[in-house]
């Protein structure tokens, strides 16, 4: 990560107005597939009082507005508060006259030339020249300090359009690559019986679900016990446990703890009904704008957190809810910006937990395989 979060895009070399207008114009474009932030410094014509409450010695002033909520801080924001700050968004646009940034756009416009000669150790992986009205070609000194120069993409600094399909394309080749979890570490207390060994489908439902998953999935493992481990086929992965003793919640920490770049599709092994075209709306309708894309329960209304896509960003999110005395993954779902949609076929969703329900879900079983 940068000072500020994952992906972060410098704009440097132009007046900050300009920098500004271009900044709101790429957020416009992109704000419905990304969450966006914007970095800046204050400047002349927006100075804003310092609230009473920060100078009589409070750390921090919220304020809930109808439309947003504003956060006025009385102490030093580090890197790593940043980064906490700007945990859930995909794209950080900054000010590179004020900021650094991982990556840079610079501006080629003569107002800002001696400003940008200042700035060339901030130069580190530049993506993009843009040229003001009037610049034909970067400065010698940019051509000088960056060796592959004539490499870099230049656009007028008008062309937004060409400007947003170079973020946008960057970005979808960073997108996270999305690893299956099969939750079998579970006691089956209710069930009385180890619920990952019932064989629904010819083969024990761990083995079934974790097929599966991986026309969909880089990498499939099934989550269990370290004491389960020894158990099971050798020719699947297996992740064990490192946050023991919250069920569901441990697992999924456990995954991010491993791979923390990817994205989970999480699947309970309970769900016996659970089936492709289930998955194919799932992974369909994945927001990795949002924590985790889920469905609706058709039992509750609530989202249904085990069989649920948990985006990177989430990883943040589960341990802060822990820290705060949380290990529901509902929970998490239902307090974060996460995409939940209808299922089109609801019933897939059931679940087993008992052997009453074992005994339902094998008359639906049967009474499909008679139709087939």
């Not at 600094?157 to 080749?173: A, D, M, P």
Request: proline share 5%.
């Amino acid at each position: 990560m940068g000072n500020w979060g994952r992906n972060e895009w410098a704009i440097v070399g132009a007046p900050c107005g300009d920098i500004k207008t271009l900044a709101e114009k790429i957020i416009a474009a992109l704000s419905g597939k990304y969450a966006m932030a914007y970095v800046d410094a204050e400047h002349n014509d927006e100075q804003t009082a310092v609230s009473p409450r920060l100078n009589n010695g409070a750390v921090l002033e919220y304020i809930d507005a109808d439309e947003a909520q504003n956060i006025s801080l009385n102490s030093e924001v580090n890197p790593f508060a940043k980064r906490k700050l700007l945990g859930d968004c995909d794209v950080v646009l900054l000010n590179g006259n004020h900021h650094q940034g991982q990556q840079q756009i610079v501006v080629i416009d003569s107002r800002k030339k001696e400003s940008l000669r200042k700035r060339l150790d901030q130069l580190t992986a530049v993506k993009l020249f843009l040229l003001a009205d009037g610049e034909t070609e970067p400065f010698d000194f940019i051509k000088e300090a960056i060796a592959d120069w004539q490499q870099i993409p230049v656009f007028k600094l008008s062309e937004t359009e060409q400007i947003v399909n170079l973020i946008n394309n960057s970005l979808q080749t960073k997108a996270p690559v999305l690893n299956g979890l099969v939750l079998a570490g579970g006691k089956s207390e209710r069930m009385g019986a180890d619920k990952s060994a019932i064989n629904w489908h010819g083969r024990e439902q761990q083995y079934y679900m974790a097929d599966l998953l991986k026309p969909y999935c880089q990498d499939v493992f099934i989550s269990c016990r370290d004491e389960q481990k020894a158990g099971i086929d050798p020719n699947y992965q297996t992740l064990t446990d490192t946050f023991t003793g919250l069920g569901p919640y441990g697992a999924i920490l456990s995954a991010f703890r491993q791979q923390p770049d990817s994205a989970w599709l999480v699947v309970a092994c309970d769900l016996p009904l659970l089936d492709r075209p289930t998955l194919d709306e799932l992974i369909a309708s994945r927001s990795t704008k949002h924590v985790a894309t889920t469905f609706v329960s058709p039992h509750d209304g609530f989202p249904e957190p085990l069989i649920t896509i948990w985006e990177p960003k989430s990883y943040a999110e589960l341990l802060s809810f822990l820290g705060q005395g949380y290990s529901c993954p509902r929970k998490v779902l239902i307090n974060t910006h996460t995409h939940v949609i209808n299922p089109s076929f609801p019933e897939s969703l059931t679940n087993v937990n008992t052997p009453e329900e074992l005994e339902k879900v094998k008359t639906i079983l049967q009474q499909k395989n008679i139709t087939a």
